[in-house]
Structure formats: C-alpha cells, structure tokens
C-alpha cells in the first residue's frame, strides 16, 4: 500500500509542478489583425482588384501608366505629398532610400487625392525588366513583372504606406 500511496502522491506532485509552469509563463501579446491605417488610401482609377489593387496601361495608347490615390475628405487631412515610389515586390522596397523608382517626393495640391505618373519605358528604364509586349499584351499573365509602393505623407506629418499598386498592360 505504501508504494500506491508514493505512487499517487508522485503523480500528485508532477500536476502540481506542470500547472505552475504553465501558469507562471507570460505569453505575448500578439494580434493577428490586420494593421490598417487610420486614414485609409484607395486607388480611384483601378480597373480592378486582382491581390491589390490595379491600374491598366496599354501599348496602343502609348504605355502611360497613371495612379490616383485618394484618402477621405472626412479624415480632416490632406496628402502633402508621395515621399518615396518603389517599384518592386516586397513592402521593404519602399521603405529604404536606396533604389527607389523615383528619387523626390511629389507634392500635393494640398488635397484630398494625388496622382503618380509614369510610363511603360520609364518602367523598363528604371527597373531593368521589359513590359509586355504586343505579342503578349492582354493575355492573363499581361501585369508588370513589378508592383508600385507608395510611402505618402499627409499634411500632419503621418505617414501611410498603402498596399501595392499592380499595373495591367493591354493591347
């Protein structure tokens, strides 16, 4: 019998020792929401949401490619300006300051929306990488190889980096 009593009492002692290790660990606190901004940036001249948001360019109409992004006239803010434009494929594109698709800021107007504007052979100049071509122009796989990343600052001195800009290229 003593050796059920130890028995039971070792048992007894590992829940103890196991419900106080588990219970003494401080977790994190990790979220798993998305971090959206307070005021929110759209693109108003997209033709689409295909991941992100996208714009269309097309060869025939000469490659110009233009993106308007615009936050709330109730936020109370307006854009001073776009601060830094990447082209590329990840978000830390635009927050360095070394390969940068345009090297200065673009001013506001002191509005509410602000337009970026470039072309198919600014693209291809730039970043190295040719855009479709007539051959392959509007097919499925006709959006630049790269994504348009924009770090905005707002007339308060926040800065809002929105989510990429994909550029669709037609015929």
Known sequence: MNIMKLYIKSILSLG?????????CKKD?????????DVPVTVTNKIGIFTAPAVSTSLSGGGAIKVILEIPASSGRTIKEITRV???TAYGSVQTTSGLYVTGPIAGTGTTSITFNTTLAEYTAKTGLAAPTAATAGTATSFLARNFYFMITLDNGQVIVPTYVRVYVDK
Not at 16 to 24: G, L, Q, R
Not at 29 to 37: G, I, Q, Y
């Open 16 to 24: 103890v020792i196991i419900t106080m290790a588990m219970t003494s």
């Open 29 to 37: 606190n990790v979220s798993l929401e998305n971090n959206f901004p």
């Open 86 to 88: 990447a082209a590329g």
